[in-house]
């Protein structure tokens, strides 16, 4: 396996499209949707977290101001194909570290049932359970304190 960068870059990058693709693909694709039919004027005001191996994006992390010291991550997808290898993993704690050191005193995501596991072993505790996309995709609301220790 080569070496996984992990940068993070804005909308105006050459690799934002495959940040795009990415998205697309894991988390758009299997509830029958698509990106074409959004509104992305969000994305450009965003830092993007990817990871890369060989000049690929494997894996991304949006990550997005919304005032009063608070993140917002949203947009986490690692294709399927590297599950399981701590890419979404060191993902988190590259965006973790961004947060402490631009002072913010916050972080917020909305996750889906599947992923909860993953984010409560990083420390995130659910708020709320809301139903956003349908009875077949339900959205957790989670949060912590930026510079929180694991455990």
Same mark, same amino acid.
């Given at each position: 396996?080569?070496?996984?960068?992990?940068?993070?870059?804005?909308?105006?990058?050459?690799?934002?499209?495959?940040?795009?693709?990415?998205?697309?693909?894991?988390?758009?694709?299997?509830?029958?949707?698509?990106?074409?039919?959004?509104?992305?004027?969000?994305?450009?005001?965003?830092?993007?977290?990817?990871?890369?191996?060989?000049?690929?994006?494997?894996?991304?992390?949006?990550?997005?101001?919304?005032?009063?010291?608070?993140?917002?991550?949203?947009?986490?997808?690692?294709?399927?194909?590297?599950?399981? $290898? +701590?890419? !979404?993993?060191?993902?988190? *704690?590259?965006?973790?570290?961004?947060?402490?050191?631009?002072?913010?005193? =916050?972080?917020?995501?909305?996750?889906?049932?599947?992923?909860?596991?993953?984010? $409560? +072993?990083? !420390?995130?505790?659910?708020? *709320?359970?809301?139903?956003?996309?349908?009875?077949?995709?339900?959205?957790? =609301?989670?949060?912590?304190?930026?510079?929180?220790?694991?455990?």
């Amino acid at each position: 396996m080569s070496q996984i960068a992990i940068t993070h870059i804005t909308s105006k990058d050459t690799r934002y499209q495959g940040v795009w693709d990415l998205r697309e693909e894991v988390l758009r694709r299997p509830l029958g949707m698509s990106l074409k039919n959004e509104d992305l004027s969000k994305d450009h005001e965003d830092v993007v977290f990817i990871a890369e191996e060989e000049d690929k994006v494997i894996g991304c992390l949006m990550l997005h101001d919304t005032g009063n010291g608070i993140m917002q991550f949203r947009q986490m997808a690692v294709y399927d194909a590297w599950h399981g $290898k +701590g890419i !979404g993993r060191q993902l988190m *704690l590259a965006a973790e570290q961004y947060c402490v050191q631009q002072s913010y005193s =916050s972080i917020t995501l909305h996750a889906r049932s599947v992923a909860m596991g993953f984010y $409560k +072993g990083l !420390g995130y505790a659910a708020e *709320l359970c809301h139903c956003v996309l349908g009875d077949f995709c339900r959205h957790w =609301s989670l949060g912590r304190h930026a510079g929180q220790e694991y455990g």
